[in-house]
Structure formats: C-alpha cells, structure tokens
C-alpha cells in the first residue's frame, strides 16, 4: 500500500486517506441518466471504445427520430479527421430531440474534462458531448414534457456525471482505513469520488467506533457495579445468619 495521503485523529482513533490507484470499473459503467460519446485520437473517453461504434450510434439515434445525416457529412464522419466539425454537426442534430452538453478536455500532464471549456487553446479541445433525449428526460421525471425546469434538472444530473468521470481522469478517487487506539485495522473502504466525502465517511466510521468502545466501557463498568452490591449484599446476608 502507498503512503497515507492523510492522517488524523479522532479521540485515539487513526484515521488514514489513500489514493484509491486502481478503481474497480468507470462510472462510465454505472447505470447513468446521460450517453456520453467522445471522439480523440490518443484516449478511450465515454461510453464507447470505438470512434465507428460512436458514430454509428448516434446516427441509429438520430435516424430513428426521423432525422437524416447529409451526404457531405456522412463522408467526413467515415475519417477520423476534423473531429470539432463533426462534434459541431451531430450536437446541432441531437439538440433537436435531446439536451446536448459539450464536453472539452484539457491535455497538459495529465487529462481533466468539464461542460465549460479551458482557458488554454493550446491543450485543450472539444472532445465530444454527452446528451439525454427528451424520451429520456420524459421518463426519469415522469413528466409529459420537458419544461424549462425539468431542462435544468436534467442538465444538473448531465453535469454531475461528467464531474464524476473527471474525478475518475484525474485520480480523485480515494480510500480510508480507520484503526483503533491500539493499532489494529478496524475498517476500510475504497472507491470514494472526492477526497471531501471520503474523509466525511471516514470520520463517520470513527465517530461510531469511539461510541461502541465508549458503550463497552460503561457496559462493563454497570456489569462490575452490579458484582460488587451482589457481594455486598451476600456478606451482609452471611453476617446476619452467623451472627443469629
């Protein structure tokens, strides 16, 4: 294991925060709200592996709602070229059956990704977009229309994935081991997006833990006060029947 990033203490209770290297899977994975489709020469972004898969998706999608792509574009899309182009194009189709975020990654030491774009235009690119359709939106808020409410809601959710995914690009995933005032590893957790709600967790543990030797504490002490007036009580029995 790699050194504690953090370290701290809780009434004699250790608590430990380390990067969590190898999450188990990406939230990409999980059962998510939006479809998030990337296009970049050097990385796997998204829901899918494939630049062909991608596109021939989003073209079903589209298709599907009665929207066809131009022969102009259809020829591009084919060549892993001029990919803001083709960003451009299919978000400008897409926003017509579904809300559309596009999704830039910024490419310096590392990769990070956000809804808003960077400031540098030299490392950073749009990279692709990730969408919920108006299907979609109807059925998760059980709605007969997307309002402008409902919009925003549903941009809330698109936002908040692709926070985590960033958490996930840029290694802010963690886990903790918490051990008692002897130095015994009492639990431990792992696969934590934000170092903020892994340490709340974390303390959480070390709160209950404090509370159940507190419990135990006190336990034995009722259970050692109730052996001695038991004693007390047999000897002054035995004193009264001797002395009779």
């Keep these: 294991m790699t050194e504690a990033y953090h370290e701290e203490e809780y009434k004699g209770i250790k608590i430990e925060i380390y990067p969590d290297e190898d999450p188990w899977e990406s939230p990409r994975e999980w059962d998510n709200f939006g479809t998030m489709k990337c296009f970049h020469r050097n990385y ?47 978000m400008g189709k897409l926003e017509k059956i579904a809300v559309v975020l596009p999704l830039y990654l910024y490419d310096h030491s590392g990769i990070t990704m956000n809804t808003s774009g960077f400031s540098c235009p030299w490392d950073s690119v749009k990279v692709g977009f990730i969408f919920a359709t108006k299907d979609q939106i109807k059925k998760e808020f059980d709605v007969k229309r997307v309002t402008k409410k409902v919009k925003e809601k549903a941009i809330k959710i698109l936002n908040g994935e692709v926070e985590t995914y960033d958490q996930y690009l840029t290694g802010d995933v963690w886990g903790y081991v918490v051990e008692d005032p002897e130095g015994n590893d009492e639990d431990s957790c792992w696969g934590f997006y ?51």
Excluded: P, Q, W
Aim: glycine content about 6%; aromatic content about 8%; some cysteine.
């Design 44 to 90: 796997n972004l998204g829901d899918e592996k494939r630049y062909d898969d991608v596109v021939e998706e989003l073209k079903s999608i589209l298709n599907d709602n009665g929207i066809e792509i131009s022969e102009n574009m259809e020829d591009k899309l084919e060549y892993f070229l001029s990919h803001n182009d083709a960003v451009d194009y299919l």
């Design 194 to 244: 934000g170092f903020d709600y892994c340490l709340e967790e974390a303390k959480a543990i070390a709160k209950h833990m404090y509370k159940e030797r507190l419990k135990t504490i006190c336990i034995g002490m009722i259970e050692a006060g109730k052996d001695s007036l038991r004693e007390l009580h047999i000897n002054k029995l035995i004193n009264a029947v001797t002395t009779a």
